[in-house]
């Protein structure tokens, strides 16, 4: 679904980071992308999630400190999986979980300090990094988003469609490198999202011990 373009959310102005862990309990909201379409999120220590042939994300702000995040560490757990999809394919990616990295150059972010999700939408300057577990690829492969403007988002792989419980540590400069050919701006936003209406699956999954660095 467009999770790439719903995932542009926020923002503010972009300083030197110092980094540290994310907080479930607070902060978090959801985004529905169909009236009638929608996960079920409990916040709390981690984020947990049922997704039953339906798509949304919750997503918040970065707070002033981690602007500057250059990395990233998490874990997260399926209990029950979407099957393999092509991640790269419009209208037919399912996947477990997505955990979305939102960034705008240095030099905007102070103007679009308020702006909403509407007002981002399709904005030329925000690149969007997901990590996702699900499709049948392989770990770290970067895969163009099908949604949105050409070369504003891309999904990297890490785990294919099935169960488990698994850590995870990304260099957010090197796949921001890989994927945009440049070093990344200003980390605004975070959304984890889990997608199951395209196969009509179920997804019951949780993320925690997000740690920015």
């Known amino acids: 679904m467009r999770l790439l373009l719903a995932s542009a959310l926020i923002l503010s102005t972009a300083v030197p980071a110092l980094a540290g862990p994310v907080s479930f309990s607070n902060g978090w909201q959801e985004q529905r992308l169909s009236l009638f379409s929608s996960n079920d999120y409990s916040f709390g220590n981690n984020l947990s999630m049922v997704s039953d042939g339906s798509v949304s994300i919750a997503w918040t702000r970065v707070g002033q400190a981690d602007w500057g995040t250059r990395g990233a560490t998490w874990n997260w757990t399926v209990d029950q999986s979407v099957p393999p999809t092509n991640l790269g394919r419009k209208g037919g990616d399912d996947r477990n979980l997505s955990l979305y990295f939102v960034f705008v150059p240095d030099a905007i972010a102070p103007s679009l300090q308020g702006a909403n999700i ?54 957010l400069a090197a796949d921001y490198a890989r994927a945009f050919g440049s070093a990344p701006g200003a980390l605004v936003g975070l959304a984890v999202s889990g997608d199951s209406d395209d196969t009509s699956s179920i997804i019951r999954a949780a993320i925690g011990n997000l740690t920015l660095r």
């Open 118 to 171: 509407r007002s981002l939408l399709g904005n030329k300057d925000v690149r969007i990094i997901q990590y996702a577990w699900g499709g049948n690829h392989s770990r770290g492969q970067v895969i163009p988003s099908p949604y949105g403007p050409r070369g504003q988002g891309v999904t990297i792989a890490l785990r294919q469609a099935g169960t488990g419980s698994h850590n995870e540590n990304v260099d």
